[in-house]
């Protein structure tokens, strides 16, 4: 069982920059796949990026250039650097784990962070 707390939600305007954390209950690199998701009201979640154990990142192609994935310098923390934000960013924001199991995947989600984006 993984367990993950976000942390580094809030309020800020339109261009401003937040910084999330994950904080992972064991060292991010026993894990397959770190993710940041969103989700807003009506809406399915969305994968806003993601990095594997060996540094491959992936991102949702429209918020590439934005926002940044990073392992933290824990080795249990990874982080989203979102700059420029604009208020269609607004949600939720949910850390995730994917960790193979066997042939299936077995995924762990934080409770969730929210980030608020004014215009």
């Known amino acids: 069982q993984v367990q993950l707390v976000e942390s580094g939600g809030g309020l800020v305007q339109a261009g401003e920059s937040l910084r999330l954390s994950c904080l992972a209950s064991?060292?991010?690199?026993?894990?397959?796949?770190m993710g940041w998701y969103r989700q807003v009201p009506g809406k399915q979640r969305e994968l806003v990026a993601s990095?594997?154990?060996?540094?491959?990142?992936n991102y949702a192609a429209s918020l590439q250039g934005r926002f940044a994935i990073s392992r933290g310098n824990a080795k249990n923390t990874v982080d989203l650097q979102m700059d420029n934000l604009k208020p269609e960013d607004t949600g939720v924001y949910y850390c995730?784990?994917?960790?193979?199991?066997?042939?299936?995947?077995?995924?762990?989600w934080g409770q969730g962070t929210q980030v608020t984006v004014s215009s």
């Open positions: 064991e060292s991010i690199f026993s894990i397959n796949t």
């Open positions: 990095i594997t154990s060996g540094g491959s990142t």
């Open positions: 995730n784990a994917r960790r193979a199991w066997g042939s299936a995947w077995v995924e762990y």
